[in-house]
């Protein structure tokens, strides 16, 4: 089964960009048909999708993100990137990386896969 692993910085200044990398093993970014996802949950609140990268390479943002969001990948490594700019405290979040489909019939998104998890705090 895919597996997914999220890494970088657990702590970033305000006003900096949040990176983070998404490590994906059993599973290829390229010819696996998923949406490749970041969702974020924080503390306190629901969970909230930021955005996806396709197979193709196609990109789709959450509108309050949109601006201050990229996802990128590396094919030759099997990674998808976050980058997250302009941050404040209330990017405060764990953040996870996730596999998604859309099933035809309800037209909604069902994400499998998911890392653990990554815990980010935005302070000074």
């Known amino acids: 089964q895919v597996q997914l692993q999220e890494s970088g910085p657990g702590l970033v200044k305000p006003s900096q960009t949040l990176s983070l990398t998404c490590t994906v093993s059993g599973g290829s970014i390229t010819t696996n048909y998923y949406y490749w996802s970041w969702i974020r949950q924080p503390p306190g609140k629901g969970l909230e999708w930021i955005g996806y990268?396709?197979?193709?390479?196609?990109?789709h943002y959450s509108p309050p993100l949109k601006s201050r969001t990229s996802i990128s990948r590396d094919t030759s490594k099997n990674q998808f990137t976050l980058q997250l700019s302009s941050v404040t405290p209330e990017d405060t979040a764990v953040y996870y990386c996730?596999?998604?489909?859309?099933?035809?019939?309800?037209?909604?998104?069902?994400?499998?896969?998911w890392g653990k998890g990554v815990q980010v705090t935005v302070s000074s």
């Open positions: 996730a596999t998604s489909t859309l099933d035809s019939s309800t037209r909604q998104y069902m994400f499998g896969s």
């Open positions: 990268i396709g197979y193709s390479g196609n990109t």
